[in-house]
């Protein structure tokens, strides 16, 4: 009984200490900053920076809304291997910006149907490398 108290023990504290960070060769943290007057919503887009399907990112506020001139933190366990492996002909990853009161008030499935976005950026890790990992809206 006292080895599995100090097997979960250590479980706990181990997984308690994870904190994501970045390094030269792999970034954890991606910084997503909004420069606007208003709030918006991001999301990783597609290969040619459109939206990839219709799941409601207004039901994560949380997770994916920036309030004007406001920044955020997106993590993975690895950029660089988002980038590598994300099925586009050339290695890139994009984001997607909406306008907060369209998405909140309008069904994500109309948004989507009428791509109803603000805009997208697409970027290289060579690109990223220069912005020291951050992302600007507008």
């Known amino acids: 009984m006292g080895k599995v108290i100090v097997i979960i023990s250590l479980v706990l504290?181990?997984?308690?200490c994870w904190e994501y960070?970045?390094?030269p060769s792999n970034h954890q943290?991606?910084?997503?900053?909004?420069?606007?007057?208003?709030?918006?919503?991001?999301?990783?887009?597609?290969?040619e920076g459109g939206i990839f399907d219709n799941?409601?990112?207004?039901?994560?506020?949380?997770?994916?809304?920036?309030?004007?001139?406001?920044?955020k933190n997106e993590?993975?366990?690895?950029?660089?291997?988002?980038?590598?492996?994300?099925?586009?002909?050339d290695p890139r990853i994009s984001y997607v910006f909406f306008d907060a009161k369209i998405v909140e008030t309008i069904p994500f499935d109309t948004v989507f149907k009428y791509?109803?976005?603000l805009g997208s950026k697409i970027?290289?890790?060579?690109?990223?490398?220069?912005?020291?990992?951050?992302?600007?809206y507008p």
């Open 29 to 47: 943290i991606l910084r997503i900053c909004n420069y606007s007057d208003m709030d918006i919503y991001f999301r990783r887009g597609n290969c």
């Open 123 to 136: 970027f290289t890790k060579e690109q990223l490398d220069s912005l020291d990992w951050t992302i600007t």
């Open 21 to 23: 960070k970045n390094t």
């Open 75 to 89: 993590y993975s366990p690895s950029f660089e291997v988002d980038i590598e492996y994300s099925g586009c002909l």
């Open 115 to 117: 791509n109803m976005m």
């Open 55 to 71: 799941a409601n990112i207004a039901s994560s506020p949380v997770d994916f809304k920036i309030f004007a001139h406001e920044c």
């Open 13 to 16: 504290f181990l997984t308690g």
